[in-house]
């Protein structure tokens, strides 16, 4: 574990439409002390070139290969080889502004903290701002992950100093794995803390899982079910109140 260093793993699937733009807000980061690994999970686009021209200029930035296995496996690929004392998730599409991890280290410093994350606004194929920000919840505990994920996947930032690393369950495949993760994160820690300022760019897109909301209900059951664990009438009750944050996140 190197000190002070923040290890960031993008995934990557046929994401060369994007990565440069996401591999661009890394190397702008005011707080220069960074490893980015960029696992290309068995993409069949130039995402791989993408990211060995990147790595060629810059030492810090790295590139992993892999049969595809999806992107839990392709994190915890990631996540196995990172040197850093921070572990961030930041995906092949998504955005940090230039401050991010400046702001995000003191923040974690500020509150004595193991895991923070911040507000982000939602930005379209085309990289313009959509929608309202999603505002960060202050204090997110473990109860109020049971109830719906609190932290944003590419705002989220956790200190493996005390606990160690935490990985993916590559076993959920695609019934949540990044609410597992965080949840399983703020498990291990008690709480996590969320900066309301807006630090990062998260993109939807319109042939996403995200962009097809309604598509994923029954996989948020599912998850409830399954994973946490909860009975029906309590899974559902979660579903419906997670739907309604949706709507009004999205409409």
């Known amino acids: 574990m190197v000190e002070g260093l923040v290890s960031v793993i993008t995934p990557c699937y046929n994401g060369e439409k994007y990565l440069a733009e996401t591999v661009r807000s890394v190397l702008g ?7 980015m690994y960029i696992v290309d999970d068995g993409s069949t686009d130039g995402s791989a070139r993408i990211a060995e021209e990147f790595a060629a200029r810059d030492s810090r930035v790295h590139l992993i290969r892999q049969a595809n296995a999806g992107s839990a496996s392709a994190r915890n690929a990631g996540i196995r080889t990172a040197q850093g004392r921070y572990i961030a998730l930041l995906d092949a599409d ?32 085309r990289s313009e701002e959509i929608q309202h920000p999603t505002i960060a919840r202050p204090v997110i505990t473990v109860r109020d992950m049971r109830v719906m994920n609190q932290i944003g996947c590419l705002t989220g930032l956790y200190d493996t100093a005390r606990h160690g690393k935490v990985y993916l369950r590559e076993e959920l495949k695609s019934l949540r794995d990044d609410y597992a993760y965080w949840y399983d994160v703020v498990k291990l820690t008690g709480r996590a803390y969320g900066n309301t300022e807006v630090l990062a760019r998260y993109r939807v897109l319109a042939n996403s899982t995200t962009g097809r909301k309604l598509n994923l209900v029954l996989k948020q059951f599912r998850f409830y079910r ?12 979660n579903t419906l109140r997670w739907g309604i944050r949706g709507l009004g996140k999205f409409s």
Do not use: R
């Not at 410093?109 to 379209?124: F, L, R, T």
């Not at 909860?230 to 009750?237: K, N, Q």
């Open 226 to 237: 399954k994973y946490l664990n909860e009975g029906i009438l309590t899974a559902a009750v």
């Open 29 to 35: 980061q005011t707080y220069a002390h960074w490893e």
């Open 94 to 125: 998504d955005l940090w502004e230039p401050a991010f991890l400046e702001k995000q280290l003191a923040f974690m410093a500020g509150k004595g903290a193991e895991c923070v994350c911040c507000s982000y606004m939602h930005i379209n194929e």
